[in-house]
Each structure stands twice: as C-alpha cells, then as structure tokens.
C-alpha cells in the first residue's frame, strides 16, 4: 500500500507536473486545458487589484500570479470538497462556503474563481453571493467548463454555455471586460479521451501504476500534441472551457 500511494502520488505528480500547476508537463492529461487556463490568468493580471479573494482556489495554482498586482490575496475553499477533490493536500485556506462568504459588503476589490461554479450546487446564488462582497467597479475573474467530462464527483453539477453565461452577467449587472475561448475541438476531444483513458486504467491501479503507467505518458504526450494541432481549426462552437473577467456595475 505504501509502494502505490508513492507512485500515485509522488511519482505520478512528478513525472506530470502535476505540483507546478498551471505549468503542468505534455505528459500530463489536462496538459491542454492548464495551457489555456494559464494563459487566463496571464491575460487577466493587469485588471488584478487592492483584496483580491481567490475563492474556491484548491492548492492556489495561480498564486505566483496574482500575488504581485494586489495588495492582500485571500484563498478560501471548501473542507469539505477540497478534502475529496486535492488528496494529499498541504495548501493553507480559509474554510469558507462560496454562498456565505465571511467578508464585508463591498469590501473585495478582485474575486478569482476559476473552474469553481459547476461545483456549486447553487451557481446563482454564488454570484449573487460574490456580487455583494465585490466594490462597485470591482473585478470578478473567472473560468467555467462547457464541452468536459464529469469531474471531481459528487461534486460536479453544472455545465455553461456561451450565450448562458453572457445572459447570467447581464442579469447580475456585471460588464464582461473579456471573454475568451479556452481551447477548441482539439483541447475539448483530446481532454475527454485522456480522461476516459485514466479512469479506465484507473480501475486497477497496480496495473496502472506498475504496468500501463510508462505507455500513459506516452499517450497523453502525443494525444496533447495532436489536440495543439487541432486546436489550429479554431470553432467557438467546440470550445472546452470558457474564461471571463467582468466588472460590477
């Protein structure tokens, strides 16, 4: 048992950069979905400013990021979802439920909250929620999946559409400054194909571990050098991922 927890999850994170993520390895299976959500995060810092709340951030993978355009960065999450989405996980949060969140109204000036809102059994109510601690004029940064395989379970609610979430932020009263297209069909089919190979290779995980795990890599590095390729046809319609940054109105 302790030979496989090491390779699951020592030496399975290292051969993947799984621990320097969003700079993650090709042999990683979301190498392409980190890409894209790196390059958010890059995009993103120059609207980045005073308290920033790094809300449902897991392990924080945007941390070195962030930090140096704010004042104070905050990181929250859920104990009780963080302990089943991040086994083994050492990061320092505040406890802290995305629908009840412990700060002031108006008293944030950044939110960041990527690939959070589909595990939220309310969405609405979370913006609603995010909306109240944000400053007017405040900044809200955030990444939803659209074309992706179920993830994190039971904690996996929701998907969202292009047109959705542009009819939610109206709704809400915020102004999208940037909407971008996380990848296209090549992120969106080969991420779907790398995670149904994992899990099925997972049903067993000595022969994950012991036997398939050299001929994974492998495959993940060329199926992710396959989906850079495909991502060149670039259709909005097929896109994985989507990432926005609005401003309370």
């Known amino acids: 048992m302790k030979i496989m927890n090491f390779i699951s999850y020592k030496v399975i994170p290292f051969l993947t950069g799984e621990y320097k993520k969003p700079d ?24 980045l400013k005073g308290k920033c709340a790094d809300i449902g951030a897991g392990v924080a993978p945007y941390e070195k990021y962030i930090v140096p355009y704010v004042e104070e960065y905050i990181v929250t999450d859920n104990e ?11 990061t320092q949060f505040l406890n802290a439920d995305i629908k009840n969140l412990p700060f002031e109204n108006e008293s944030v000036d950044t939110v960041v909250l990527t690939q959070v809102l589909e595990h ?67 992120t969106a089919v080969v991420s779907i194909v790398n995670g149904f190979i994992w899990e099925l290779a997972s049903k067993n995980k000595y022969l994950r571990n012991f036997v398939f795990l050299p001929f994974l890599l492998v495959f993940f590095t060329v199926n992710n050098l396959a989906g850079i390729l495909l991502d060149k046809i670039k259709n909005k319609n097929f896109t994985p991922n989507f990432w926005l940054v609005v401003q309370k109105r």
């Open 24 to 47: 993650v390895f090709i042999t990683n299976m979301n190498y392409l979905n980190w890409k894209w959500l790196k390059k958010g995060i890059l995009s993103s810092q120059k609207y």
């Open 80 to 90: 009780k979802t963080h302990k089943c989405m991040f086994k083994n996980s050492k």
């Open 120 to 186: 939220v059994d309310d969405p609405f109510k979370a913006l609603r929620e995010v909306k109240r601690v944000l400053k007017t004029e405040g900044i809200l940064i955030f990444s939803v999946p659209f074309i992706y395989h179920a993830h994190a379970v039971p904690y996996d609610y929701y998907r969202f559409s292009e047109y959705g979430l542009k009819k939610i932020c109206d709704d809400l009263g915020f102004e999208i400054k940037e909407f971008l297209y996380q990848g296209y069909f090549g």
